[in-house]
């Protein structure tokens, strides 16, 4: 918070503070997640494509509903952003907001990524992470946020006065457009808030401003999605490498990130289909 005069404090402040949290969603009335049909899926599953995003660069990819996909660490440790897009329409993208509010500040298996409204559907399911041990660190750190966004280069400009062309927000607006045959403009009003895969953040105890500190990942290392829905997805490979220190520069070691994208055996997804849009009239009351 800025430094402003200081308010008086009520008589009542600690009565007022003592307020009890509510956890803002009765998210036990989601619609079931589907793990266990996935899991059976996912001890069957065959290549169907792959590619590699070299360091400091973006990539597009496409995937099937009902198909998986895989990010991989190659290398040495490296973070990613990726954006998700329902294939044939763009305007449904992911939603990093209320992932939030539905999950939790950082996801894992199990944990869905929603779609912006008015579709508010999963895109994708979590299904496997190798770095479910980690947990909550001692700084209060975890892994795979949904609370920062990517580097970009406007707020590197606006703070450091330089013009840095590969953020995550540049990657994924040139992948986006080379993929879809958009010009960079048109590109860059898709490209949204992030899944921060690998990365390790979270909220200062004193200031709650949002860190990063050196990500646990290594190569072998790996988080894997079912795609609810046909997707097109983009990952950037963040310039920050293992946003131990910096980003929005080339000062730090990258590394390549590996998409694998699986398909389940026939008839092992017996009785799924994809999720239907958000039932909501959209009536706002009219
Ligand atoms: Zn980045």
Same mark, same amino acid.
């Given at each position: 918070?800025?430094?402003?005069?200081?308010?008086?404090?009520?008589?009542?402040?600690?009565?007022?503070?003592?307020?009890?949290?509510?956890?803002?969603?009765?998210?036990?009335?989601?619609?079931?997640?589907?793990?266990?049909?996935?899991?059976?899926?996912?001890?069957?599953?065959?290549?169907?494509?792959?590619?590699?995003?070299p360091?400091?660069?973006?990539?597009?990819?496409?995937?099937?509903?009902?198909?998986?996909?895989?990010?991989?660490?190659?290398?040495?440790?490296?973070?990613?952003?990726?954006?998700?897009?329902?294939?044939?329409?763009?305007?449904?993208?992911?939603?990093?907001?209320?992932?939030?509010?539905?999950?939790?500040?950082?996801?894992?298996?199990?944990?869905?990524?929603?779609?912006?409204?008015?579709?508010?559907?999963?895109?994708?399911?979590?299904?496997?992470?190798?770095l479910?041990?980690?947990?909550?660190?001692?700084?209060?750190?975890?892994?795979?946020?949904?609370?920062g966004?990517?580097?970009?280069?406007?707020?590197?400009?606006?703070?450091?006065?330089?013009?840095?062309?590969?953020?995550?927000?540049?990657?994924?607006?040139?992948?986006?457009?080379?993929?879809?045959?958009?010009?960079?403009?048109e590109a860059?009003?898709?490209?949204?808030?992030?899944?921060?895969?690998?990365?390790?953040?979270?909220?200062?105890?004193?200031?709650?401003?949002?860190?990063?500190?050196a990500?646990?990942?290594?190569?072998?290392?790996? =988080?894997?999605?079912? #795609? &609810?829905?046909? /997707?097109? @997805?983009?990952?950037?490979?963040? $310039?920050? *490498?293992?946003?131990? +220190?910096?980003?929005?520069?080339?000062?730090?070691?990258?590394?390549?990130?590996?998409?694998? =994208?699986?398909?389940? #055996? &026939?008839?092992? /997804?017996? @009785?799924?289909?994809?999720?239907? $849009?958000? *039932?909501?009239?959209? +009536?706002?009351?009219?």
């Amino acid at each position: 918070m800025s430094e402003t005069e200081n308010s008086p404090v009520p008589a009542d402040a600690d009565a007022r503070r003592a307020a009890k949290p509510l956890v803002c969603y009765q998210v036990d009335q989601l619609p079931p997640n589907n793990l266990e049909l996935y899991r059976q899926a996912r001890a069957d599953l065959s290549p169907v494509a792959e590619l590699v995003v070299p360091p400091r660069d973006g990539a597009c990819f496409e995937v099937a509903a009902g198909s998986f996909f895989r990010i991989h660490s190659v290398d040495g440790p490296q973070v990613g952003d990726l954006n998700l897009w329902n294939a044939a329409d763009l305007s449904e993208r992911f939603f990093s907001g209320k992932t939030r509010q539905l999950h939790a500040t950082h996801v894992s298996i199990g944990d869905r990524l929603w779609s912006s409204l008015p579709g508010l559907r999963p895109l994708a399911t979590i299904t496997h992470d190798t770095l479910d041990w980690y947990g909550w660190d001692d700084d209060g750190g975890g892994i795979h946020d949904v609370i920062g966004t990517r580097c970009d280069p406007y707020t590197n400009f606006m703070l450091q006065g330089v013009e840095y062309h590969h953020c995550c927000h540049s990657n994924l607006t040139r992948a986006l457009a080379a993929a879809r045959g958009l010009p960079l403009g048109e590109a860059e009003r898709h490209v949204h808030d992030v899944l921060n895969v690998f990365m390790c953040t979270g909220f200062t105890r004193d200031s709650h401003q949002y860190f990063m500190k050196a990500s646990p990942v290594r190569p072998g290392d790996y =988080i894997e999605f079912f #795609a &609810e829905i046909d /997707l097109l @997805g983009a990952l950037s490979t963040c $310039p920050g *490498g293992d946003c131990g +220190s910096s980003h929005s520069d080339d000062s730090t070691p990258c590394y390549p990130l590996r998409v694998e =994208i699986l398909g389940p #055996a &026939e008839g092992s /997804l017996a @009785g799924w289909s994809p999720p239907p $849009p958000n *039932g909501y009239s959209r +009536s706002h009351g009219l």
